[in-house]
């Protein structure tokens, strides 16, 4: 449970941290550690040796009959239920990353409207841009 949290924090955390990644960062390591969890479901699903089989075999449990199927299944759920969480924070850092970029606009803006520059230049500069369009398809 500890490493997942130490693992996740970086990535979805919103306490703040001595070094934030940026967006895209977040998303890459979230893909790269994704196959991992992949791997492993497909390699015990894909054994054909039981991973532990002295050790299960000593326990005697009665609800076992068949180790290498217990093994299979457990893979297989290791799998499913491993990309369901994955899948999750994906769209919670697609979300973050948006959020991160209408901040980022609305400080832009501002820094725009602090500097001097009014709607009345940028409907000049909006203006010269429409009549170069109109040039360029009247030539058409």
Do not use: C
Request: overall charge neutral.
């Amino acid at each position: 449970l500890l490493a997942g949290y130490l693992f996740f924090w970086p990535l979805i955390g919103v306490d703040p941290a001595p070094r934030r990644l940026m967006p895209l960062g977040r998303l890459g390591i979230m893909f790269l550690s994704m196959p991992f969890h992949a791997f492993f479901g497909v390699i015990l699903m894909s054994s054909q040796t039981v991973i532990g089989e002295q050790f299960y075999a000593q326990l005697r449990l009665p609800w076992v009959t068949d180790l290498l199927t217990d093994q299979r299944l457990g893979g297989g759920i290791a799998w499913g239920f491993g990309e369901i969480p994955a899948l999750i924070v994906l769209v919670a850092l697609m979300v973050q990353w948006a959020q991160a970029d209408e901040r980022e606009a609305q400080r832009a803006e501002r820094r725009a409207r602090r500097a001097g520059d009014t709607d009345e230049e940028l409907a000049a500069y909006n203006a010269m841009l429409a009549r170069m369009a109109g040039k360029t398809n009247d030539a058409q």
